[in-house]
Structures are given as C-alpha cells and as structure tokens.
C-alpha cells in the first residue's frame, strides 16, 4: 500500500473533478467507498476550520475545485492546519481499524502568504485521541504522517490553484507503520523525516510533547488512536515543526475519506 499519494495540479479555473484516492489503496477488498465533503450548499458535516470562529472563515459557493470551498482569508500561524471539529461525530471520527479506513484526503490552496518562508513544507496527516478533552491539547495521544508532497505556494504559482493530496491510512496494521521514528538510527523524525530514510514517515505523540497515556511505546499509541479517532487534522508542514508567525490566506475542498470493505 502506499504511504502518500503524489499531489497533481487541479486548477480551480478549469472545473476538474477532484482527486479521488487510486483503485489499489483498496485493491485486497471486495470494494470501496468515499465519503466527500464537496462544502456545497453549506454543507461542513465533518466542522473542517483553519480557525474555529473566525469571522473571517466561510464557505464560498464559487472558486473551489469546483464550485464551492472552505475560505479563510485571514489566518495568523506558523502554519495553516484544517481540522474537524472533536464535538462532531463524522466519516472522520471513530475506530477505523473496525471500519476499515484506507485513506484521507482533500485539496488545498494558498491564495497568500505574508513571508516567503517554505522550506521543508511537507503536508501532513495527523489522527488525534483527544483523550476526552478536547479543549486540552496537552493530554492528547496522536499519530502523524508527513509525506514528500510540498504545500501549494502561492510564491511559485503563476496563479493561485489547487492541489489533490491523498494520504495512505494503514488502519489495519498491528503497530506504528514504517518508516516511522523507531527505524532512524540517526534521528527521530524531526523537521520532516527519518534523516537516514528520506520522507516519509509517521510519527506519535512523545511524553516532551503530551501527557498519552501510552507515553514512549510507538505501537501501543498507534494502536490507541486507530482506534478511537476524535480528531482530523491535516498540517501544510511536519506538525511538530516550529516556524515564523505569519498571515495566509488559504482554501480547502473535497476533504474526503476512503473505507475499504472486508
């Protein structure tokens, strides 16, 4: 199965269907079937946000890919990261392993960014067990999977387009999929990746960082949150990489989400 999906151009302009997750991240099942967040008619089932509140955040009915999109014109962070809301149960909450989660995905657009700071932007895929806590990150158990696909910036392209990203979920392995941090030999994935192994590479939450419960074991985290997901949040970098405050102004369509039947 693969870890991460190569990224293809989709620009909004041309009316192109999204992306859909390829035929062999299912291809040892009888079927498959993908849920899709196309945010039209105002839809959000799932609570996607760049910034939970915001008043400058809403769904515009024209300019995605296509039609309407989730739009913040105005978010300050390091990073921008779109989330699902943990007081929403949705496609992209629960214990996957049982459902038989193959892959997520959605489409991305950055229309501006106050700095021209894009080294080593990678997006990222991280599943959360909130630990029943929502509002405290610092008890959260979490798993990771940053790829080898850049964040779409708006400093390269000509104009402003989307970008299909899709992340292999390996919902039925027994541990922390490879390559993750227990494999390096001559680092732990920080920045990006297993220096020694290139990306990508999956990551979990370490007790420097949160208080999980399940703390330095790899596996038994991984394990704890494949199967009770409360959050979906995808990053436009390694998540555990710091960077320079600044202003984005960012889009995301079709958030989407594959089971593979048994």
């Given at each position: 199965?693969?870890?991460?999906?190569?990224?293809?151009?989709?620009?909004?302009?041309?009316?192109?269907?999204?992306?859909?997750?390829?035929?062999?991240i299912?291809?040892d099942?009888?079927?498959?079937?993908?849920?899709?967040?196309?945010?039209?008619?105002?839809?959000?089932?799932?609570?996607?946000?760049?910034?939970r509140?915001?008043?400058?955040?809403?769904?515009?009915p024209?300019?995605?890919n296509?039609?309407?999109?989730?739009?913040?014109?105005?978010?300050?962070?390091?990073?921008?990261?779109?989330?699902?809301?943990?007081a929403?149960?949705?496609?992209f909450t629960?214990?996957?392993?049982?459902?038989?989660?193959?892959?997520?995905?959605?489409?991305?657009?950055?229309f501006r960014a106050?700095?021209?700071?894009?080294?080593e932007?990678?997006?990222?895929?991280?599943l959360?067990n909130?630990?029943g806590?929502p509002?405290?990150?610092?008890?959260?158990?979490?798993?990771?999977?940053?790829?080898?696909?850049?964040m779409?910036?708006?400093?390269?392209?000509?104009?402003?387009s989307?970008?299909?990203?899709?992340f292999?979920?390996?919902?039925q392995?027994?541990?922390?999929?490879s390559p993750n941090?227990?494999?390096c030999t001559?680092?732990d994935?920080?920045?990006?990746?297993?220096?020694?192994?290139?990306v990508?590479?999956?990551?979990w939450?370490?007790?420097?960082?949160?208080?999980?419960?399940?703390?330095?074991?790899?596996n038994?985290?991984?394990e704890?949150?494949?199967?009770?997901?409360?959050?979906?949040?995808?990053?436009?970098?390694?998540?555990?990489?710091?960077?320079?405050?600044?202003?984005?102004n960012?889009?995301?369509?079709?958030?989407?989400?594959?089971?593979?039947?048994?």
């Amino acid at each position: 199965m693969k870890r991460i999906l190569t990224a293809s151009l989709l620009v909004a302009a041309t009316g192109v269907a999204a992306a859909a997750p390829p035929a062999d991240i299912c291809a040892d099942s009888a079927s498959s079937t993908t849920v899709k967040e196309s945010f039209s008619k105002d839809s959000n089932a799932a609570g996607w946000s760049f910034s939970r509140g915001s008043a400058r955040e809403g769904i515009d009915p024209k300019g995605g890919n296509p039609g309407a999109f989730l739009h913040n014109s105005f978010v300050t962070a390091g990073y921008p990261v779109a989330s699902t809301d943990p007081a929403i149960l949705s496609a992209f909450t629960g214990d996957f392993r049982a459902r038989g989660v193959g892959a997520i995905g959605a489409d991305f657009i950055a229309f501006r960014a106050s700095l021209n700071t894009f080294e080593e932007r990678y997006i990222s895929v991280m599943l959360v067990n909130n630990e029943g806590t929502p509002g405290d990150p610092y008890d959260d158990c979490y798993v990771f999977f940053t790829g080898d696909t850049s964040m779409p910036n708006p400093k390269e392209q000509n104009k402003p387009s989307f970008l299909s990203y899709d992340f292999a979920i390996p919902s039925q392995s027994a541990g922390l999929p490879s390559p993750n941090r227990t494999d390096c030999t001559e680092g732990d994935c920080v920045y990006m990746s297993c220096p020694d192994l290139g990306v990508p590479c999956w990551g979990w939450s370490k007790p420097t960082i949160t208080n999980c419960p399940t703390g330095d074991d790899a596996n038994a985290t991984w394990e704890r949150v494949i199967s009770h997901v409360d959050e979906v949040h995808i990053t436009f970098q390694h998540p555990e990489y710091f960077s320079l405050l600044q202003d984005w102004n960012v889009g995301m369509d079709n958030a989407r989400i594959t089971t593979c039947g048994q």
